[in-house]
């Protein structure tokens, strides 16, 4: 099934070639990760860092690679162009992410409702905030990135 693409055959090839050293990147990354918890769980070292402290950590390393390398090679989107619309729609979608993790973890320890509210309506609002000036801030580098590239090759 072939889906609608906005990027021309070399940003496809250079996409598709990011998304592979990404995926060889993250394979590499989980077996390092096995392998250092089942060292150091047995140890018992590092007892007070969460134990989903080193897949965040990957995920984080991962996702900022991959933001830079698509940003390096002129790359945003294979379906979207930048623009105001979709990132308020993209921010939206990651605030609802994040207030509703906050508001499993909040459940999960039994805080009253108010407190509920207040800390997954604040967080939901700050993701909203950091992800919207974020994507603001990538689309503006894109752009000028972007017009640098299309330069170059006339």
């Not at 619309?85 to 459940?107: D, P």
Request: charged share 25%; glycine share 10%.
């Amino acid at each position: 099934m072939k889906t609608k693409t906005v990027l021309d055959e070399r940003q496809e090839k250079e996409l598709l070639e990011l998304e592979h050293r990404l995926c060889w990147t993250a394979y590499g990354g989980i077996f390092v990760l096995l392998l250092a918890q089942a060292l150091l769980e047995a140890g018992g070292v590092f007892e007070n860092i969460p134990s989903f402290f080193g897949e965040w950590l990957l995920l984080m390393i991962l996702s900022i690679c991959g933001v830079v390398g698509c940003l390096r090679r002129g790359i945003w989107s294979r379906g979207f162009k930048p623009s105001r619309k979709t990132n308020i729609i993209v921010s939206v979608i990651s605030a609802a992410i994040v207030g509703g993790f906050m508001l499993a973890v909040t459940i999960l320890r039994e805080m009253d409702i108010k407190n509920t509210l207040i800390l997954c309506g604040g967080t939901a609002a700050v993701a909203f905030l950091a992800a919207y000036v974020l994507l603001e801030l990538s689309a503006k580098k894109f752009r000028k990135i972007e017009e640098k590239l299309e330069g170059g090759e006339e």
